[in-house]
């Protein structure tokens, strides 16, 4: 492994359960490109993890890959791609009318579909992408599950992702990116009750001058 790369079951992981994560990223992203980035991005916080770290690694891959689709989607309103457009992007698998139905899902129906059809039980779905998601999972229909499975990546996305990882490593110190970029997701999800402590803040100063002028 380059230097830096510290979790020892990185390749493992990958191998198992690469596909799963596409499927998620894609799912949740709706976008070929969007999926491949944030998957590589999950990738690059799972090969930072220390082996002596608690927990559960591929909960810990996925659980950063369903929170770093939420940023990205929260950042700006993000439109579903119509059916025409989803079959000129070179998508690996057919794009089929119930795949098209289940893009229009809500955000968790999306997470619930595809942490499911990637053999995940309702306390793995809880732990990885909330309570909401684990119960929506319970109401999946055969046909939502099925076009959540047959999101299907091929081996050689998984090895150009691998690629990318050890390049990154090679490179630079992504566990310092990692932390970084934690702290502006943490900061723009506080963003908005730190406005509104602001808010209530000045709104409270007027009304003191008020009360006591």
């Not at 079951?9 to 690469?18: A, M, N, P, V």
Request: proline fraction near 3%; charge should be neutral.
């Amino acid at each position: 492994m380059p230097s830096g790369m510290t979790y020892s079951r990185f390749d493992e992981l990958l191998e198992r359960d690469g596909a799963a994560l596409l499927r998620l990223t894609f799912l949740l992203s709706r976008e070929k490109a969007a999926a491949r980035e944030l998957a590589f991005q999950s990738l690059l916080r799972l090969a930072a993890r220390k082996d002596d770290e608690a927990g559960d690694g591929r909960l810990f891959l996925f659980t950063s890959a369903f929170r770093l689709c939420e940023d990205w989607f929260a950042r700006k309103l993000r439109k579903k791609p119509g059916e025409e457009a989803l079959r000129q992007s070179g998508l690996p698998f057919e794009v089929t009318g119930s795949l098209t139905q289940l893009l229009s899902a809500p955000f968790s129906c999306r997470a619930a579909a595809a942490l499911a059809a990637s053999g995940m039980d309702a306390e793995a779905i809880r732990q990885i992408a909330g309570g909401k998601a684990a119960h929506l999972a319970g109401k999946l229909t055969p046909g939502e599950l099925e076009a959540a499975a047959g999101v299907i990546f091929g081996e050689d996305e998984l090895s150009l992702l691998s690629d990318r990882v050890y390049e990154r490593f090679a490179e630079r110190s992504v566990g310092v990116e990692n932390a970084i970029h934690e702290v502006r997701i943490r900061f723009d999800r506080a963003a908005p009750y730190l406005a509104l402590a602001v808010l209530l803040f000045f709104a409270f100063c007027i009304w003191f001058s008020l009360r006591f002028s």
